[in-house]
């Protein structure tokens, strides 16, 4: 995995590399999520340019898809205290496999790389990260597919076992907002952001802020 510094959203040649560091997939069980941190001290104001972070940029490893092992974001997010970057991982398609994506508050910002391999009259990925709620907020998603493509948007409350809100426009991006309170204070609740494709398949960017 590399942590890169760019004026775009493009890795070329031009873009300055900043650090590495290596995971070792033997170890860990399938699906089985990694939090990873690249660090770099000596920099400068970085604010408005993109930090791109590249994972098995070689294909070393054999996947189903090679469409989301690189993240894209722009550096100094307004409203953003914590900024966190994650890929999926499947087993995902149902509450029960739902990714954990860790705790979110308002002022945390959330953004995913996933991909919808396979959606069929007989077979359709659908894919579930589960966010952990501890204070009352309003989550503002983001979905970004192809344009070819119609992916939907539904936020599932684990608790009540059901949707609370479902966004089902036929543009990209997609955007939803929802407010969420949790059951309580101190044992917090879980929400379900999950990707309903409805036509196509392909890669796609979950983008979550959460606010006041």
């Not at 760019?6 to 939090?35: K, R």
């Not at 608790?159 to 997609?174: N, Q, Y």
Request: glycine share 6%; net charge negative.
């Amino acid at each position: 995995m590399a942590l890169w510094l760019s004026d775009d959203m493009v890795l070329d040649a031009d873009d300055l590399f900043l650090t590495e560091t290596e995971i070792n997939g033997d170890t860990l069980p399938p699906g089985e999520t990694v939090s990873v941190k690249l660090k770099r001290k000596d920099l400068q104001s970085v604010e408005g340019q993109f930090a791109i972070i590249t994972i098995d940029d070689e294909a070393a490893i054999d996947e189903s898809s090679e469409g989301n092992n690189t993240l894209v974001q722009k550096i100094g997010r307004r409203g953003c205290a914590k900024d966190t970057f994650r890929l999926e991982q499947e087993p995902n398609d149902s509450p029960s496999e739902a990714q954990k994506s860790g705790n979110i508050r308002p002022g945390h910002c959330v953004t995913i790389n996933g991909d919808v391999s396979i959606n069929t009259e007989n077979d359709t990925d659908f894919d579930a990260y589960r966010l952990k709620v501890q204070w009352t907020q309003t989550l503002d998603i983001i979905l970004t597919h192809p344009s070819g493509a119609d992916f939907d948007l539904g936020i599932f409350d684990v608790s009540a076992d059901e949707f609370v809100t479902l966004c089902e426009l036929d543009t990209s991006p997609e955007t939803c907002s929802q407010r969420v309170v949790p059951q309580s204070l101190d044992a917090g609740s879980s929400f379900d952001i999950v990707v309903l494709p409805f036509s196509g398949a392909g890669p796609y960017t979950l983008s979550i802020t959460s606010r006041q």
